[in-house]
């Protein structure tokens, strides 16, 4: 019998362990650093407690304390204006800039780097730095307005102009983000599309308007959804300018939980605090996979 006549060998089952070696390792880093706090922060929520040791037990009363918690009324109106002041400004910029930036320019590849830098940036570097620069005693910002014959502004130390600095730097820092996803969207519009649309006769706007916008809409609704969860997630710029004063005026959501676990001592009721931003990102999150299950479904 030769060798080509004997029968090919079964294959090779493989152990029945083999898949839990490979996903047991992430499972375990799943487990260790989600959801046990998770499960923790949920059993510190029904407790008095100012350390993460044993506490009182005493039910829902930090949840009722939120319901009547002027500062955390104070602090969810905050992210609103945060959040309004940042995304729309941000995805704005980093529109224009990306429809600019996707024509042939000299240096065109040097500035879409320049722009995405402070995307790239710490968050604790970034504001030292703009700490400094907008320092109202020796700050660039203040300077340069001395130079013009201006007085200078109280850009940190003013409940008026705090939150509008903040603003400033973050969107700052965010545009070069919203650009490049923008550019990306941009160069997968059909180049037949807009030459028709020129043959005719539609303006510049008219194309844009008409043409751009809509082919971007798939686009936007994902970038408008990461962008309210970067907002309800900023926390190092904040804690490194201001810490969320003058007095109460730029504390946010995420800073009122650290205020409340380490320099209020009430872990139990940060932690209540806690879940709410976890609910709300959760929203925001169903609410990205959705779009971005619509926009694969347009593509």
Known sequence: MSPRDEAPAPPRRRPRWAPYVFVGPA????????????????????????????????????Y?????????????????VFTVGTVPTAMAIGLALAVALNRPLPGRGLLRALFFVPMIAAGVVVGVIMSWIFNPDYGVANNALAALGLAGLPWLTSPRTAMFTLVAVVVWTRIGFCMVIYLGALQSIPAELREAAAIDGASGWQRFRRLTVPMLAPTTSILLILNVVFSLQAFDVIYVMTGGGPGFSTTVLIQYVFRSAFADARMGYAAALGLLLVLILLVFTLLRHRA???????L
């Open 64 to 80: 009722r304390t939120m319901l009547g918690d002027p500062l955390l009324r104070t602090a969810l109106l905050n992210t609103l």
């Open 292 to 298: 971005t299950k619509r926009a694969e479904e347009l």
């Open 27 to 62: 499972a375990l880093l799943f487990l260790a650093f989600s959801l046990l706090p998770i499960v923790i922060a949920v059993a510190l929520s029904f407790q008095d407690t100012a350390t993460l040791g044993d506490g009182e037990w005493v039910g829902a009363a930090n």
